[in-house]
C-alpha cells in the first residue's frame, strides 16, 4: 500500500510557495514521491537481477498548474530562476530533462496533458544514489496525472518514468528505483525481481538498524560511467550466449574466466550480487543480523574491485564503519560518489545515543 502523503509536511508548503512565488498563481495539484536506498543488489536490475531496495522517508514534491502559453515551464529549488521549455523536452537541461520527459511520454501515451508550470522542492539529496531523479520523475507523473483528473497503475508509472529516463536524460537506467518509488512504503524494503518485474515486501528485523551517510561526494549518471557499465554486462551476456546475465546458471559460472578481464570482473560481480541478494532476504528472515552484515562487505568489494564504481571516499567510509562495531558496510546507488549504507544492531545504536 502506498503511503498516505501530507500536503501540510514541510516540503510540500515548499513546492505550492515556489509555484506561487515564481509563475505568479497558485498551483492546481500537486505529486509527491519518496527517495529510496538500495540495500543490496547494484547494477543487477538491467541484467535481470533481484534488488533489496527500500523507501525513504525524505521526499520530493512538485506543484503544477496549466501555463498560461504554450511551453512548460520549469523552477525548483535546485535552480531559483523559472526556464520555459519545448513541449518534447527538446530544450531542456539539467533537472528540468528528466521532468520534462515525463511531460513527453504521457503526451506520447495519448494522455492529454497541457502545457503546465512546475515547481519542485525536495529533501532526497541530489547525486548521493538515493534516487532523486526516480523520485522527481514520479512525483511529476502523479501530479500531471491528477492535474487532468485522471489514474495510471503504479506499475505503468514506473516504466513509463524509466522510459523518460533513457530517452530524455539519457541514462540507460534499471527499473528498481522507479519501482521501489512507485511500490514501497516508507521504511519498508521489497524484493523486486527485475525480470518479472514482480515484488513482494520484506520485513527488517526488530533488531537491525539502518544508517546512510553521505560522503559528499556527487556523481552524474549520464556522464557516462554508468552507460559503459551496463554496455559491459550486455557484451558479457552476449558472449556467454544468455539473455541476460542473471539468467547464467551457477554451474556456467566458470565460463566467466574466459571472457576478457574487464568483461570477466563485471560479469562476476553481476552473477555473485544476484546469490548475495538473496542470501540476505534469507538472514533478514532469520534474523541473522551478522550474515546480513557480511554479505554488505562482500557487495561492496565487489562494487569496488571488479565493477570499478566506488571512490576513495566511500570506501574510507567503510573502513571507518568497520572499525566503530558496523555489521556491514557498502556503497549504494550506482557509484562514483554518493551514500554508504550502513547496518547496526539497533541496541547499539541506542547505546551510543544513551
Known sequence: MPRVHDVHDGCAVRAMALHAEAFGASHAQVGCASGRVNLI???????????????????????????????????????????????DGSDAM?????????????????????????????????????????????????????????????????????????MHAGTPCGIMDQWCVTHARAGEAILLDCAALASTPVALPRGLAIDIIDSGVRHALRDGGYA???????????????????????????????????????????????????AAVEALATEDLTRFGELLLESHASLRDDFDV?????????????????????????????????????DAVRGDAG
Do not use: K, N
Not at 543488489?41 to 501555463?67: C, K, S
Not at 552473477?271 to 538473496?278: D, K, L, Q, T, Y
Not at 567503510?318 to 547496518?343: D, H, K, N, S
Open 94 to 166: 539539467g533537472w528540468d530533462r528528466y521532468a520534462a520527459g515525463v511531460l513527453a511520454e504521457l503526451r506520447a501515451a495519448r494522455r492529454a496533458i497541457p502545457p503546465v508550470t512546475i515547481a519542485v522542492a525536495s529533501d532526497v539529496p541530489v547525486g548521493a544514489g538515493l534516487s532523486s531523479s526516480a523520485a522527481l520523475e514520479v512525483a511529476v507523473a502523479r501530479a500531471a496525472i491528477g492535474l487532468i483528473g485522471g489514474t495510471m497503475p503504479a506499475r505503468d508509472i514506473a516504466l513509463l518514468c524509466q522510459r523518460a529516463e533513457h
Open 228 to 278: 559503459a557499465r551496463r554496455a559491459d554486462v550486455e557484451a558479457a551476456a552476449r558472449l556467454l550466449g544468455v539473455a541476460q546475465l542473471a539468467d547464467l546458471a551457477a554451474a556456467r559460472w566458470s565460463e566467466i574466466d574466459a571472457l576478457p578481464p574487464r568483461l570477466a570482473r563485471r560479469a562476476r560481480h553481476v552473477v555473485r550480487e544476484c546469490a548475495r541478494v538473496r
Open 41 to 87: 543488489g547494484d547494477h543487477i536490475d538491467y541484467a535481470g537481477g533481484p534488488v533489496l531496495p527500500m523507501a525513504l522517508h525524505e521526499q520530493t514534491w512538485v506543484a503544477i498548474a496549466p501555463a498560461r502559453g504554450e511551453v512548460d515551464r520549469f523552477t525548483s529549488e535546485w535552480r531559483g530562476d523559472d526556464q520555459p521549455q519545448a513541449a
Open 310 to 346: 566506488s571512490t576513495p571516499e566511500i570506501d574510507a567510509i567503510v573502513e571507518r564503519v568497520r572499525g566503530e562495531g558496523a555489521l556491514g558496510a557498502r556503497m549504494t546507488g550506482g557509484g562514483f560518489g554518493g551514500c554508504v549504507i550502513v547496518a547496526r544492531r539497533a
